[in-house]
């Protein structure tokens, strides 16, 4: 991979050395973001200037990156208005993303102006209390309950030629899609017409023509980009069939898409499910 074309940054460079000299090959980074998600899925988001991490790099790595009142995030029960403060603490174990904004120009490099988006666990009083940290426990729960289930009950998994003492430990992977609308800010739609074409489902996996198709084709040019693995992109069932404007040019109104991508570990997939709505928002904008 071209040094300029990194996308994101893999766990196994997630350390100091190796995370100063990416910032001294890509002088368009010029942030960083540090990115919570809390229990109503809500992303938090802000630009820290990238000389603030390099000299806090420490921190950022193995401490508390950032500390908030907890007004931006959602946590009924946990944070209150007399005892509110939440701590932000990166997560290493997944890849960080550099979100690039085209509309920005780094004027030494001529590079679009890229964030580092660093994945992190919100903490109160000392504990994980979002939605990632529910995630991990989860995981880690399931692991735990099905290793305890096949050394206690080795006759389940005797028809596999399976021995208790032969399992290391168990992965859990995980897979996700997205679904989604576009349509032209211009065009009204017509309810019964839409709700006719769902009915019949005379869209799904119909070709695509136009805006929608070059907006689909760029998704899932992007989504290899950040190394997603992207599998297909489709119609799906609901929309209104492409007709002719008053002008003679050919328009879609409303379409019903899918995209598809590799699976992961699943804090890895869930990461991945917010990249991909980033990367639809920003295409199909």
């Excluded at 002088?27 to 000299?55: N, Q, Y």
């Excluded at 996700?176 to 211009?186: G, H, P, Y």
Aim: glycine content about 6%; aromatic content about 6%.
């Amino acid at each position: 991979m071209h040094v300029y074309s990194r996308k994101f940054i893999s766990p196994e460079e997630l350390n100091k050395e190796s995370l100063l000299r990416i910032l001294d090959e890509q002088a368009e980074i010029r942030f960083v973001s540090v990115a919570g998600v809390d229990l109503m899925g809500h992303e938090t988001d802000a630009k820290i200037p990238v000389e603030v991490f390099r000299g806090n790099i420490d921190e950022f790595l193995h401490g508390i990156a950032v500390s908030t009142d907890g007004s931006s995030v959602v946590l009924p029960g946990i944070a209150s208005i007399n005892n509110a403060k939440i701590d932000m603490r990166a997560d290493t174990s997944v890849k960080w993303w550099l979100d690039q904004n085209p509309d920005n120009i780094e004027p030494e490099t001529g590079r679009p102006v890229s964030t580092l988006k660093i994945p992190c666990f919100l903490i109160h009083h000392e504990k994980a209390v979002d939605s990632r940290s529910v995630l991990k426990r989860a995981v880690e729960y399931f692991q735990q309950e099905i290793l305890r289930l096949i050394r206690a009950y080795p006759e389940a998994v005797a028809p596999l030629k399976i021995s208790p003492d032969d399992v290391v430990g168990v992965e859990i992977t995980a897979a996700t899609e997205l679904e989604f609308w576009a349509r032209a800010e211009e065009d009204n739609l017509e309810l019964e017409e839409l709700s006719t074409s769902q009915e019949l489902k005379e869209q799904y996996w119909a070709r695509t023509q136009g805006d929608i198709r070059t907006g689909l084709e760029r998704s899932l040019m992007r989504m290899s980009e950040y190394g997603l693995s992207p599998e297909m992109g489709h119609k799906e069932v609901g929309g209104v069939k492409s007709r002719v404007n008053r002008n003679g040019a050919g328009r879609s109104i409303m379409e019903q898409l899918e995209v598809d991508w590799r699976f992961d570990n699943a804090m890895q997939a869930a990461d991945n499910e917010l990249i991909v709505k980033l990367i639809i928002r920003e295409t199909f904008n």
